[in-house]
């Protein structure tokens, strides 16, 4: 099964793709390597999804939190591959931030969201490496930052 249609078969609305808000670039490619930069918590109206886990979020609200960073990088990588998810050959690692109180230690539970969707469309070649790490403040007060490498065929 393509990974079009798992996306299709799961019921996901993969959002817009967002350009930068700074002096970066959304992706690039070096070699066979695809880099996606870190994509905030945004719901799925559009708004930012702001606040600490573990005192303005609890661990499941941080998870969708992590799970709509990792359909922003599925559509970050459809853009950059052209709008063709098939010349991904697999997720590499992803790097995940979590905007969290001092005592908070839940932070891979939380970045598990991003992690679980894509392992969910990707499959196998969905399986990555990961960092989960709390922050103590993330860009524009959000919640979640993730960020991604993806291995092209």
């Known amino acids: ?5 798992k996306i299709e078969k799961l019921g996901i609305k993969l959002p817009d793709a967002k350009p930068p ?3 970066y670039v959304a992706t690039k490619i070096v070699g066979n390597l695809l880099y996606i930069s870190g ?3 945004i719901s799925e109206n559009g708004e930012l999804i702001k606040g600490k886990v573990g005192k303005d979020l609890s661990v499941e609200e941080g998870y969708k939190a992590a799970e709509r960073c990792g359909l922003s990088i599925v559509s970050q990588a459809k853009v950059a591959c052209n709008g063709d998810l098939s010349k991904i050959k697999s997720c590499v690692k992803l790097t995940g931030f979590v905007n969290s109180t001092d005592n908070f230690t839940e932070q891979p539970k939380v ?4 992690s679980d ?3 969910s469309i990707f499959e196998d070649a969905g399986m ?3 960092a989960a790490v709390s922050t103590n403040s993330l860009p524009l007060g959000v919640s979640v930052e993730v960020d ?3 291995e092209l065929n």
């Open 1 to 5: 099964m393509s990974f079009e249609n």
């Open 148 to 150: 991604a490498i993806f």
């Open 21 to 23: 808000v700074g002096s």
């Open 111 to 114: 970045i598990n969201g991003a």
């Open 39 to 41: 994509q905030i918590s």
């Open 128 to 130: 990555h490496t990961r």
């Open 117 to 119: 969707l894509i392992a």
